[in-house]
């Protein structure tokens, strides 16, 4: 298959190359028929003019009287009229072929007086034609096509052509600027019109050395030299069916010409297309004006479609001889596989009849140790049966310690709320007593529902969170610290910032978490000159911030990680069970919060607790700042004396 990689490769060229010409060809036509509708409408731009202009009344008084003064008017005429239409030059000739009126009487280029009746398209007009002809203008020297058409002003007899000469220039530049080589010849066969400026007005045909003379001296091409056009290889259709040429280096003249270049008549070239070119040349005839257009395309767009086709027919080619080899490969080794694995069958019953023989012997083994792990499972059963009561036991202790130390607070409270209700009543002051008393009855309640909540053994207590109001818990945390009469509970200041909104969670165990850490702050700056707790609220922007600061000693980096742990305190022996904070830990990861513990640059430690929101909607008034909430007395004895007169304010 390799070998016929060649007889591939020249299939798929030879096909494509015919493929690819035809559309090439096609295309070609369909674009020559696109410059050809465009030529012909820059020519028709102007055709009625002169049609028009031979039954006007102005131009027939003028062709009859020759009156200077109807010629004046003409000439204004005319002016305005080549201005509106866009026309070159309009212009009146009598039956002689002089000139009586024109659009540029007024420029140093007139066509006023002068004789054209050489023209062809005045012999045209003359013999009762619409005259079509283009030329360089004899006075102007710019090319032009020159439509006429005869002036008859009693049906009959001629007196006069007009001429409308059209600029083609424009239609030149906009070919130009273009990505085809198309290009148009005369009757004579010369370039007059092409998108390659350099190949205009050159020999396509091949002039005859009485006509080359001839054309020149009629300045009919202005004064180009009509040199060939630089053919090296093929020929030019010379009907509708495409062709191949190939065309060599086109000089051209240079634009700055030297004053003593001009005098001598020498030129100086310049080349354009320094290479070889080959095209693929469509063409087509304009019946009505005598001229032949071409449309040149670069055959390597042909070349590069060819070679792009063989070599994807080639690849194409060994892609398929690989897909065939794979395919071979995989068979071959498919059979491998079969035969190994009746080799690998033939040895596994080898395998499995020596192994038949070792089993056995490890099953008898096998039975004896099941004994043994038998005697081992009923030693391990009676091990488990001690662990869980050793376990039970442990339980019973942490729970008791823990119902001790949540207790002790609300046993405190409930002392110092039942002294100052005596104290109330010895001043006949009930209402206040009463209200004493109230208070004693939801400490105990709360004990009440501590209790609950640690007695049950097996499982946690169920938790009724709901939207709770931070600041009235803090405040009523506060207000439980100092009536405990705990020592250090001196200065406690409580701030509000930002936008405090309702958190998640259980108001009273909110409060105990706020009490314990207030009462630790308390503890960690007793011993201080000047001991201080303050508490900042804030309001963020998805959790409210709960930070407890005191001015103490502050915490060892070696306990920060232990902090939490049940059992680790770092107060004397008989002061603490450490349960406190791994209870408020626990709470307040119970409430979808954090609890954690920093020392303060200041000095002292900061307790950090962090709660979600209620939800959108449930804010306090925002930008909120409390004053102190409460500054104590200095003694713990002047703290109940206060309490007992300022009570109503809380």
């Not at 200041?602 to 950090?608: D, R």
Request: aromatic share 6%; charged share 20%; net charge negative.
């Amino acid at each position: 298959m390799l070998a016929l990689l060649p007889v591939t490769v020249w299939l798929v060229t030879t096909f494509w190359h015919e493929a690819k010409l035809i559309d090439i060809t096609e295309d070609g036509r369909n674009k020559l028929e696109l410059y050809r509708s465009n030529l012909q409408g820059a020519i028709k731009e102007h055709e009625y003019l002169p049609i028009t202009l031979a039954s006007d009344k102005r131009i027939i008084d003028l062709a009859i009287h020759a009156d200077p003064v109807i010629a004046k008017a003409v000439n204004i005429y005319l002016e305005k009229l080549a201005a509106d239409s866009g026309a070159s030059d309009i212009y009146f000739m009598d039956q002689n072929g002089d000139t009586l009126a024109a659009s540029n009487w007024n420029s140093d280029a007139s066509f006023i007086g002068r004789n054209f009746s050489f023209r062809p398209y005045f012999q045209q007009a003359k013999s009762g034609l619409t005259g079509h002809y283009f030329a360089f203008g004899i006075t102007s020297n710019v090319p032009g096509y020159y439509i006429s058409h005869p002036v008859r002003p009693d049906g009959t007899s001629f007196a006069g052509a007009v001429v409308v000469k059209t600029h083609l220039e424009t239609l030149v530049q906009r070919w130009a600027r273009g990505s085809e080589s198309v290009l148009v010849t005369d009757q004579n066969g010369v370039v007059i019109i092409s998108s390659n400026l350099d190949w205009r007005f050159r020999d396509l045909a091949g002039l005859s050395n009485n006509d080359r003379p001839r054309l020149i001296a009629s300045r009919k091409y202005g004064d180009y030299p009509l040199e060939p056009m630089p053919l090296l290889d093929g020929a030019w259709p010379v009907d509708d069916n495409p062709a191949i040429l190939s065309l060599g280096p086109v000089a051209s003249e240079d634009e700055a010409r030297t004053a003593n270049e001009q005098a001598t008549g020498k030129v100086q070239t310049r080349q354009t297309t320094p290479d070889k070119t080959t095209y693929l040349v469509t063409a087509s005839t304009l019946p009505k004006q005598g001229w032949r257009m071409f449309l040149l395309t670069d055959k390597s767009v042909l070349d590069r479609s060819v070679i792009s086709a063989g070599a994807m027919g080639g690849a194409a080619h060994i892609i398929l001889t690989g897909l065939i080899f794979i395919i071979l490969q995989r068979r071959r080794a498919m059979l491998e596989q079969l035969e190994i694995r009746d080799w690998s069958q033939r040895e596994l019953e080898r395998q499995v009849r020596l192994r038949t023989t070792d089993l056995m012997n490890t099953n008898q083994r096998l039975a004896e140790e099941i004994t043994e792990r038998s005697r081992t499972e009923d030693a391990l059963r009676t091990a488990q049966a001690e662990l869980v009561q050793t376990s039970k036991l442990a339980a019973l202790g942490q729970m008791s310690a823990g119902i001790a130390h949540e207790i002790n607070q609300p046993l405190t409270a409930i002392r110092n709320y039942a002294e100052n209700a005596m104290k109330f009543i010895a001043r006949d002051n009930k209402e206040t007593a009463n209200r004493n008393l109230q208070r004693i009855s939801e400490l105990t309640d709360r004990m009440g529902r501590i209790t609950g909540n640690l007695k049950t053994f097996s499982r946690r207590p169920e938790q009724d969170n709901h939207p709770v109001d931070v600041p009235a818990q803090m405040q009523m945390a506060i207000d439980l610290a100092i009536e405990s009469g705990r020592a250090g509970v001196e200065n406690i200041t409580l701030h509000q910032h930002g936008d405090v909104k309702h958190v998640i969670a259980e108001a009273n165990q909110l409060t105990q978490v706020f009490t314990n850490l207030i009462n630790n702050a308390a503890d960690a700056c007793q011993n201080m000159a000047n001991p201080e707790i303050d508490i900042a609220i804030t309001g963020g922007e998805d959790r409210v911030i709960v930070k407890v600061n005191d001015n103490g000693h502050g915490i060892l980096p070696d306990n920060l990680p232990k902090l939490f742990d049940p059992f680790f305190t770092t107060k004397p022996f008989g002061d603490g069970l450490g349960l406190g904070l791994s209870i408020c830990y626990g709470i307040i990861r119970s409430f979808g919060g954090t609890l954690r513990a920093e020392n303060r640059p200041q000095g002292g430690a900061s307790f950090i607790v962090e709660l979600r929101y209620d939800g959108p909607g449930d804010t306090e008034p925002k930008n909120s700042i409390s004053t102190p909430a409460f500054t104590a007395a200095k003694t713990p004895s002047e703290t109940r004396t206060y309490l007992a007169n300022h009570h109503d304010q809380g």
